[in-house]
């Protein structure tokens, strides 16, 4: 008999998917909690989904994709900074070991794999990097793992394609980019999914990709940016005035969007039915109205948006009552609910029922002001509310879910209060 060396390592070329089990794809229905408000409710992804985030300079791919790393309940965290600054990698190395994950309270770092190719390195290991790290996500996930990879920035990663492209005297195509680009990127995207591993015992594993995505002048019609979003599911729009009025993460409510909604919506409901007693306590018919809320709020930002623009123009004194009560409540949904500070200890992660019951407070408040408005109680009384300045703050209170209780009991009483002075009943 001969006698063979067994190593616990593999080799395999990156260029090309590893296998899986036949008919091992798997329908994405659980959601990648991220802890970030605006993603996890409104433009969830999906674990095995794909995802990019295109931004001008300054909008903040960098920190958001940081923050996608630090705290998405992925077993396996592969970050790629691609062609990106150096001192961002620094960060990460600094940052990372300090930081404990919120399900496990071990550091981050350990289940962590960082691939460095920075703008000042060679353009031939800037081009394979994206590569390398899918694969090495691929390896993890054949070992059952939920895998999260961030890759900061593609259009590098598109740029270094460009430029061997020309050195190999290749045709050009649109902005020098070769004909092969979009194959490329589909290459890429393509090999996230949520499948069943080959090998005993069965196992189903799931790659999760995100990608950043940087235009030159934040111009979304450029040929990375396009073809991006054609393989993705996730559009998270990064806004340069949102960004530019300190408004993080800047991620624009109208001009995003998640096709994976629907299918994973579920998901998200039975992760906090799982988690979160107390909330269940307090809202016990959360299933139920959780997508009913997440409408109403998307509904009431979609609406005040045409609302502003005619404020600008005439005043918003001059505007009737009920489409002040929609200013009013779309700033405390863009102040209290969708800004995050990504360096406060306490606002830096939202678990699932915080960003939940803080959601429900808003809207509650919205749907009492306006059967106030109704009954011709001016919006000057429901605006001299003392709890909407609690409302306001209350996400970075330690108490967390405690705290949002309390700021709701506080409301009901003074509604309370405001519809005895006006000798009305309302249902709270």
């Known amino acids: 008999d001969e006698v063979k060396d067994l190593y616990m390592y593999q080799e395999w070329p990156v260029r090309e998917p590893r296998p899986i089990a036949e008919g091992g794809r798997l329908p994405l229905e659980q959601p990648l909690i ?24 300054g909008t903040g791919k960098t920190v958001t994709l940081h923050q996608l790393a630090k705290w998405s309940d992925a077993d396996v965290v592969v970050y790629v900074g ?87 005297g290749e045709m050009p195509v649109e902005r020098g980019f070769p004909a092969y680009l979009p194959d490329r990127i589909a290459e890429f995207y393509e090999r996230a999914g949520r499948v069943k591993t080959l090998g005993r ?46 408004h993080f993460p800047a991620i624009h409510w109208l001009k995003s969007y998640s096709l994976y909604v629907d299918e994973i919506l579920k998901g998200y409901v039975e992760t906090v039915e799982k988690h979160e007693s107390r909330l269940l306590e307090y809202w016990p018919i959360f299933a139920k109205e959780f997508p009913l809320y997440r409408d109403e709020a998307l509904r009431i930002l979609s609406d005040s948006a045409e609302v502003e623009s005619i404020a600008k123009i005439i005043g918003e004194k001059a505007l009737p009552d009920d489409q002040r009560l929609l200013l009013l409540t779309s700033e405390l949904i863009k102040e209290g609910f969708l800004r995050q500070n990504a360096f406060d200890p306490v606002d830096s992660y939202s678990e699932p029922g915080k960003s ?65 002075e006006y000798r009305i009943s309302i249902a709270l």
Request: contains cysteine; charged residues 25%.
């Open 34 to 57: 991220t802890g970030q408000r605006v993603i996890d409710v409104f433009f969830p992804v999906a674990k095995g989904g794909a995802a990019c985030i295109p931004g001008g300079f």
């Open 82 to 168: 691609c062609g990106e600054r150096g001192n961002e990698m620094a960060e990460v190395l600094t940052d990372f070991p300090e930081l404990k994950d919120p399900r496990t309270g071990r550091p981050l770092m350990e289940r962590t794999v960082l691939i460095a190719n920075t703008s000042n390195m060679p353009v031939s290991a800037r081009e394979a990097s994206v590569y390398i790290g899918i694969t090495i996500a691929e390896y993890y996930r054949d070992m059952g793992y939920d895998v999260a990879l961030m890759a900061d920035s593609t259009s590098r990663w598109a740029e270094a394609i460009r430029e061997i492209s020309g050195r190999l």
């Open 201 to 246: 015992p069965e196992r189903i594993g799931s790659v999760t990709v995100m990608g950043a995505v940087s235009p030159p002048g934040g111009d979304f019609n450029e040929p990375v940016t396009i073809h991006t979003l054609r393989f993705t599911g996730v559009f998270w729009a990064l806004d340069a005035d949102l960004a530019y009025s300190r």
């Open 356 to 420: 939940a019951l803080l959601l429900k407070a808003i809207i509650d408040f919205h749907k009492t002001a306006e059967k106030l408005i109704r009954e011709h109680v001016p919006i000057e009384k429901i605006m001299e509310l003392p709890a909407i300045a609690k409302l306001k703050r209350v996400k970075l209170d330690e108490r967390r879910i405690d705290a949002i209780i309390s700021v709701i009991n506080e409301f009901n009483a003074e509604f309370n209060k405001l519809a005895s």
